[in-house]
């Protein structure tokens, strides 16, 4: 069995897991530590990859040691780090720290893609992983993606032509007052909010779109449109309007993906995986169309 110490620091969360890697292919999360910078960023309105930098030289060693003590080891056999992509300075903290520690140890290392992370999480709560369709959906990133295994080269079906949905999100909640970051408060939001209440339009859904591409500023500009035209207008039902409106097209599009290669499974991974519209969805259009839907748990979609 073999012990692996991983290191995330990609954005603005400095994130250390412990897992074992049993020999039958299994794997066990002995520990996953986080240290979020997110309230220095907050009075920003986004991420400043200065402080977060500087937040990840702050954290990575204490929050190395309490894995560590929450593993119950001493050493790992393996240490491993997000290469990218990612805020510069802060993947070069993570990647220096990782390097530092495995020279100490006198261990390997490894470093692995942060998008390939966010996909392989879901091993945690469903075992291996088949070839799936992967809907990588997060702050920075949107992509369709086709997965033969983890240890094949991953290839792109499609992703966003200017703003991810996480990005959107974000913004979205600005112009609501709900404050950075924005994604849960906008799902809660949108929560008590009617979907049907204002029509939004849902981008590169026309018969000349890419069929597997994705855009959400003009549906970012629809939503500034429709409040600067509607100052008293209902928050949760421009929540809940903006959220349907991306989940109609995240869901539409994957699950066509699936159908099209004929792959019986679709993973959706990354932070806005954790949206509560978006796993309705999707898990409703998945039991129409014949197709598994496997989505980690919450924790294991946001960085960690």
């Given amino acids: 069995?073999?012990?692996?110490?991983?290191?995330?620091?990609?954005?603005?969360?400095t994130g250390v897991g412990i897992a074992r890697l049993r020999p039958d292919g299994s794997?066990?999360?002995?520990?996953?530590?986080?240290?979020?910078?997110?309230?220095?960023?907050?009075?920003?309105?986004?991420?400043?990859?200065?402080?977060?930098?500087?937040?990840?030289?702050?954290?990575?060693?204490?929050?190395?040691?309490?894995a560590l003590a929450e593993a119950g080891i001493g050493r790992p056999d393996v240490v491993a780090a997000t290469i990218g992509?990612?805020?510069?300075g802060a993947l070069l903290v993570g990647v220096a720290a990782a390097k530092a520690y495995a020279?100490?140890?006198?261990?390997?290392?490894?470093?692995?893609?942060?998008?390939?992370?966010?996909?392989?999480?879901?091993?945690?709560?469903?075992?291996?992983?088949?070839?799936?369709?992967?809907?990588?959906?997060?702050?920075?990133?949107?992509?369709?993606?086709h997965v033969r295994s983890l240890a094949d080269p991953i290839v792109e079906l499609g992703s966003t032509v200017d703003d991810a949905a996480?990005?959107?999100?974000?913004k979205v909640a600005r112009l609501l007052g709900l404050g950075y970051p924005g994604g849960r408060a906008l799902d809660d939001l949108a929560r008590t909010?009617?979907?049907?209440?204002?029509?939004?339009?849902?981008?590169?859904?026309?018969?000349?779109?890419?069929?597997?591409?994705?855009?959400?500023?003009?549906?970012?500009?629809?939503?500034?449109?429709?409040?600067?035209?509607?100052?008293?207008?209902?928050?949760?039902?421009?929540a809940a309007g903006f959220q349907e409106a991306v989940a109609d097209v995240l869901t539409t599009k994957a699950v066509r993906a699936a159908t099209d290669l004929s792959v019986s499974t679709l993973l959706i991974a990354?932070?806005?995986?954790?949206?509560?519209?978006?796993?309705?969805?999707?898990?409703?259009?998945?039991?129409a169309a014949g197709v598994e839907l496997r989505i980690?748990?919450?924790?294991?979609?946001?960085d960690n």
């Fill in 193 to 238: 909010g009617d979907p049907a209440a204002i029509a939004f339009p849902r981008g590169m859904t026309g018969p000349r779109d890419a069929p597997y591409a994705f855009s959400f500023s003009g549906l970012k500009t629809a939503v500034a449109r429709y409040l600067e035209a509607h100052p008293q207008a209902c928050t949760a039902d421009v």
């Fill in 166 to 170: 996480g990005e959107a999100y974000d």
């Fill in 296 to 302: 980690p748990r919450p924790r294991l979609c946001t």
């Fill in 270 to 287: 990354g932070g806005v995986a954790a949206n509560s519209r978006l796993r309705e969805l999707a898990e409703r259009r998945c039991a």
């Fill in 103 to 145: 020279a100490a140890w006198g261990v390997p290392f490894y470093a692995v893609n942060h998008l390939g992370g966010h996909l392989a999480a879901d091993v945690y709560d469903h075992g291996p992983l088949p070839e799936c369709v992967g809907l990588l959906v997060s702050g920075g990133h949107t992509h369709l993606l």
């Fill in 85 to 88: 992509p990612g805020l510069a």
């Fill in 27 to 66: 794997v066990e999360l002995l520990a996953d530590v986080v240290a979020s910078s997110v309230d220095e960023h907050s009075r920003y309105g986004g991420v400043v990859p200065e402080i977060a930098s500087r937040a990840h030289l702050e954290a990575l060693g204490p929050t190395v040691r309490r």
């Fill in 1 to 13: 069995m073999s012990l692996i110490l991983a290191i995330e620091s990609s954005c603005d969360e």
